[in-house]
């Protein structure tokens, strides 16, 4: 059984900085492309990074590059993305995802339907 916790979400300030945590289990993430996406209230939900699994090749979506960094400890089974400069446009549910191999599109699209297995998601509000 596949299962992603996504961890360290919280209130910050702007100019502020989170790292967020996706733990899985009953799956090794160093086999799998992993991104990160959010969804703010009345938005679609989007892609915000993405992280191969072979060469650890990332990519971003334009609005968080230079800000956000997504990483991977494959010892720990663990990826993180570690977000300064936050800005209220930050404001949403972050959710981490595995990238279906079976999927019509590559995982550096960050297209939603091709991701299979999705975590729960966690809150990060920005704010003065």
């Known amino acids: 059984q596949v299962q992603l916790v996504e961890s360290g979400g919280g209130l910050v300030k702007p100019g502020g900085s989170l790292r967020l945590s996706c733990a899985a289990s009953?799956?090794?993430?160093?086999?799998?492309?992993v991104g990160w996406f959010r969804q703010a209230p009345g938005k679609e939900r989007e892609g915000v990074a993405c992280i191969s699994s072979n060469d650890g090749n990332t990519v971003y979506e334009d609005s968080v590059k230079g800000r956000f960094t997504i990483s991977r400890d494959n010892a720990k089974n663990t990826v993180y993305l570690q977000m300064n400069n936050l800005k209220p446009e930050d404001t949403a549910i972050y959710y981490c995802?595995?990238?279906?191999?079976?999927?019509?599109?590559?995982?550096?699209?960050?297209?939603?339907?091709?991701?299979?297995?999705w975590g729960q998601g966690t809150q990060v509000t920005v704010s003065s």
């Open positions: 995802a595995l990238h279906d191999p079976y999927s019509a599109g590559f995982y550096y699209t960050m297209e939603v339907g091709d991701f299979g297995s």
């Open positions: 009953g799956v090794p993430l160093r086999y799998s492309a």
